[in-house]
């Protein structure tokens, strides 16, 4: 097993390589090579769809008297897979591209007509350049417009990230955080309200539901009339009885010291006081006068 494994082979001192024969291939000779489709087709035969990226084992061949700026082009042979119809295309260096030859047709592709578009209007606007030097200015001056157009167009971008540059984010994320947190602390204390005017008109609705139904459950008692009482007459007589007997002897003294001192005035005389005798003995005559007579004298 060992002797089959080496890299280095054995040659002998007389080994010439040049008297190797060389292999004669023919030159349309073709090669079994691994490919992919190059772009999305559909078989003549059966109408099958053969999608771009699709393997296939195809046999390459050089296309002979056919070359661009030196380079040859090849021709490559598949399958259909559907019907095994022999499908045939060539490369195409100068479009850098693929022709289809036969067997099948290329499906429409909007990206290489527009390509082909583009240069199409590209040579011809070179070709009209050559000839006319007016073109060449106007063409000159409205690629100048065209570059300054795409220029402004660049700076408002650049403008917007250079302002963007100066936000702090973090401040404005604190500031919407507030804003948040003030408007759930204002959304709290409007539902705390709600509640207690809640709370508030449910309880007066129970006193009043309470008071209700105790107004509805005790009647009023009526008030029973006053009745004169028959007896009442004969307690309230007595009294007035006793009480006039307990006035009439004040009311006589008073009379009498009345008359008294009437009879003392008429004289000009007073009688001697209580605190007046000392020993026994008078303190004098006072005289008194009446209010009245003092009166009269004067007039």
Request: aromatic share 6%.
């Amino acid at each position: 097993m060992l002797e089959r494994k080496v890299l280095d082979k054995y040659y002998p001192p007389d080994f010439d390589p040049s008297k190797i024969p060389k292999l004669k291939l023919p030159k349309d000779w073709q090669y079994v090579v691994r490919l992919t489709a190059p772009f999305n087709m559909r078989c003549k035969t059966c109408g099958e769809y053969v999608y771009r990226g699709k393997k296939f084992s195809a046999r390459k061949e050089t296309v002979q008297n056919e070359s661009y700026l030196g380079l040859p082009i090849f021709r490559f042979y598949i399958k259909c897979t559907r019907c095994l119809a022999e499908i045939a295309f060539k490369t195409d260096p100068e479009n850098t591209d693929y022709t289809m030859e036969h067997g099948a047709t290329r499906n429409f592709q909007a990206e290489k007509l527009l390509e082909e578009e583009e240069k199409r209007v590209q040579k011809e606007r070179e070709d009209e350049e050559l000839n006319n030097p007016m073109k060449v200015l106007e063409s000159r001056t409205k690629d100048s417009k065209l570059e300054m157009e795409v220029l402004e167009s660049l700076q408002e971008p650049k403008g917007l990230s250079q302002r963007r540059a100066h936000v702090d984010f973090e401040a404005m994320l604190r500031q919407h955080r507030l804003s948040e947190e003030e408007r759930q602390r204002q959304e709290q204390e409007e539902d705390e309200r709600e509640t207690a005017a809640l709370v508030e008109e449910s309880r007066k609705r129970r006193l009043l539901e309470d008071s209700d139904s105790e107004e509805d459950t005790t009647p009023t008692q009526p008030q029973p009339a006053l009745q004169p009482n028959p007896t009442a007459i004969l307690d309230e007589t007595p009294k007035a009885k006793r009480k006039a007997e307990s006035w009439e002897p004040q009311l006589s003294g008073l009379v009498v010291k009345k008359t008294g001192l009437d009879s003392i005035i008429r004289r000009g005389r007073a009688p001697p006081l209580p605190g007046a005798m000392k020993n026994g003995q008078a303190a004098g005559p006072v005289t008194l006068q009446h209010p009245g007579a003092a009166s009269r004298s004067s007039l």
